[in-house]
């Protein structure tokens, strides 16, 4: 069972950062993937980021490669998500989810709001 909880959300201009925290509660969490995916109202919930376990391979939709870097720190039960060079269209709540295998994310954190300002 792993718990997960994001924080780093906030309203930024555009053109502006941020960095999303995930910290994990667990003693395995460094065997779980974890991914960042966002959703705005009335669309559905969309794919951001994803790393592995070990943090080896890292994926990303194609409207933030570039912008944004997933990264973790196993030692600390923590997944980040550094976004750079937000736009208006990346406003959403922004959830990380974890799982252990295959595609399906099994865990989920409550969500940060996201906001850019034009």
């Known amino acids: 069972q792993v718990q997960l909880v994001e924080s780093g959300g906030g309203l930024v201009q555009t053109g502006g950062s941020l960095r999303l925290s995930c910290a994990a509660s667990?003693?395995?969490?460094?065997?779980?993937?974890v991914g960042w995916l966002r959703q705005t109202p009335g669309k559905e919930r969309e794919f951001v980021a994803h790393i592995t376990g070990p943090g080896d391979s890292t994926s990303y939709t194609d409207s933030v490669k570039g912008r944004f870097t997933i990264s973790r720190d196993n030692a600390k039960n923590t997944v980040y998500l550094q976004m750079n060079g937000l736009n208006p269209e990346d406003t959403a709540v922004y959830y990380c989810a974890a799982r252990r295998t295959g595609l399906k994310y099994m865990y989920w954190g409550q969500g940060t709001q996201v906001t850019v300002s034009s």
């Open positions: 667990g003693r395995t969490f460094s065997s779980y993937g």
